[in-house]
């Protein structure tokens, strides 16, 4: 019996976790165009004055060097995690994990590349 | 003198109501008075102005007052930055002809108004939690904090031709807002805003207040060169 409980109430809770879950267009388009751009090229309306320039994404060449992991770490820790820009912020505390994961695999689609 | 008493109080209650119809009309057809704030990304696409509901809890009257009498523009690609945006040469730009523009009150309604947005404090909580320290930081470190140290700049303007254009200007933040709320918005912008587009950079205290401290001297400094 209290296992049963236990099953529903993790249905229930993963069923509301489903429903605040964005699609990663959607995040895309919210937190990451702003610098990386409309076309994912790293041409966003913040990179004007930045020191170093945003990632283009569509760059299946140096898309290629980074791991899924790598990737998973700069969205949620930010470009300092992996030895990279202060000005990729931590995105932790917006996205889930299962949202950044879901990032990774868009980038994978805007880059047309895999790791390797 | 009871009669004036009396009119002078009618008289009061009709301005204090007529103006709470201004807000639920005229303001809450563009800005979120009521809340809560949006909880998805479709909503937030839809936002056509920021949110308000807070507003004794984020501004300070007299700048709120002169603000609506003379309104300028604050986030440089509008509310949501991905409707305002154009590909140009050198890559996204301000699409300028999407922007739209605040409508200017009389010095009477933009004082009751303000007024009647400082009710609005549902917050309280979170700004209770912060406390302003005493401190000074030069120019200098507070410039090469947020540029190179926290990244601040890469959505936000310093001064008018140099920073990030998705984020709201700062160079003005300390005139506009609240000591509190801004010590509080940095410390989590998600407490304020699940959806926010500033990401929680996870400051310690010590640079929250520093980040504070830098965006009141920045604000003098802006003030002063007008």
């Known amino acids: 019996m209290p ?9 229930a809770v993963s069923s509301v976790q489903a429903q605040g879950k964005e699609t990663p267009a959607d995040n895309y388009k919210a937190y990451c165009i702003q610098c990386h751009g409309s076309e994912g090229t790293g041409k966003g309306v913040n990179a004007r004055d930045m020191s170093v320039v945003p990632r283009d994404h569509t760059d299946a060449k140096s898309m290629s060097g980074r791991s899924d992991e790598t990737l998973f770490k700069a969205i949620k820790e930010g470009g300092t995690a992996i030895n990279k820009s202060i000005l990729m912020p931590p995105w932790s505390a ?18 047309k590349c895999k790791f390797g | 003198m009871k009669r004036i008493l009396v009119v002078a109080l009618l008289g009061f209650s009709a301005a204090a109501v007529a103006e709470e119809g201004v807000l639920q009309g005229d303001c809450a057809a563009c800005h979120n008075i009521k809340g809560p704030t949006a909880q998805t990304l479709k909503a937030v696409f839809e936002k ?20 609506l009498q003379k309104p300028t523009r604050i986030r440089p690609a509008g509310m949501f930055h991905g409707d305002h945006i154009k590909v140009g040469v050198k890559g996204d730009e301000i699409d300028t002809s999407t922007l739209t523009t605040h409508p200017a009150l009389s010095k009477a309604d933009a004082t009751s108004v303000a007024a009647e947005l400082m009710k609005l404090k549902p917050h ?11 401190g000074t930081i030069s120019m200098q470190m507070g410039e090469m ?7 601040c700049m890469a959505c936000h303007l310093i001064e008018p031709e140099y920073g990030g254009l998705s984020g709201p200007e700062l160079y003005t933040a300390a005139k506009r807002l609240q000591p509190q709320y801004m010590l509080s918005f940095i410390r989590s912008p998600q407490a304020w805003d699940p959806k926010s587009m500033m990401p929680n950079k996870n400051l310690s205290d010590a640079n929250i207040q520093k980040m504070a401290r830098y965006l009141e001297s920045l604000s003098k400094e802006a003030a002063n060169a007008k």
């Not at chain 1, 917006?94 to 880059?111: A, F, G």
């Not at chain 2, 920021?50 to 603000?67: C, H, I, T």
């Not at chain 2, 309280?124 to 005493?134: R, S």
């Not at chain 2, 904090?145 to 990244?151: C, M, P, Q, R, V």
């Open chain 2, 48 to 67: 056509k102005a920021p949110d308000l509901f807070y507003a004794g809890n984020k501004f300070r009257q007299e700048w709120l007052v002169s603000w």
């Open chain 1, 94 to 111: 917006t996205l889930s994990d299962e949202e950044i994961n879901d990032l990774v695999q868009y980038l994978r689609k805007l880059c």
């Open chain 1, 3 to 11: 296992s049963k409980f236990i099953l529903l109430l993790l249905l």
């Open chain 2, 124 to 134: 309280d909580d979170l700004i209770a939690k912060e406390k302003v320290e005493p």
């Open chain 2, 145 to 151: 904090a947020f540029d190179k140290f926290l990244g």
